[in-house]
């Protein structure tokens, strides 16, 4: 079982930078689809990027060319790079675990979650 714990959440200006970290606790990501999952108020819950311990990575278009999700299996940590950030950014920020290859976006496929980090952008 890998528990998973995220940071790097805050408050930041539209058109700003933010990058959350995802760490594994517990065990490697070896093997394992790391996602992350966004939440804003009174929204369900999106994907927006997941990324696969070899590197290989898929993001939701709304953050394609904004966002950048990568791996550091040394450290056991995935990253969410987050540029040119909007207001419609702000959301809890979710850090999602799940064995196997596929990098689906259905987040009833991850197994382990963290607890979340608030990103806040104003405007």
């Known amino acids: 079982q890998v528990q998973l714990v995220e940071s790097g959440g805050g408050l930041v200006q539209a058109g700003g930078s933010l990058r959350l970290s995802c760490a594994a606790s517990?065990?490697?990501?070896?093997?394992?689809?790391v996602g992350w999952f966004r939440q804003a108020p009174g929204k369900e819950r999106e994907f927006v990027a997941a990324?696969?311990?070899?590197?290989?990575?898929t993001y939701a278009d709304s953050v394609k060319g904004r966002f950048t999700i990568s791996i550091n299996n040394a450290k056991d940590t995935v990253y969410l790079q987050m540029n040119s950030l909007q207001p419609a950014d702000t959301a809890v920020y979710y850090c999602?675990?799940?064995?196997?290859?596929?990098?689906?976006?259905?987040?009833?496929?991850?197994?382990?979650w963290g607890q979340g980090t608030q990103v806040t952008v104003s405007s």
């Open positions: 999602a675990a799940r064995v196997g290859v596929s990098l689906t976006p259905r987040e009833d496929t991850y197994n382990y």
């Open positions: 517990g065990r490697s990501f070896s093997s394992y689809v």
């Open positions: 990324v696969r311990w070899t590197g290989v990575t």
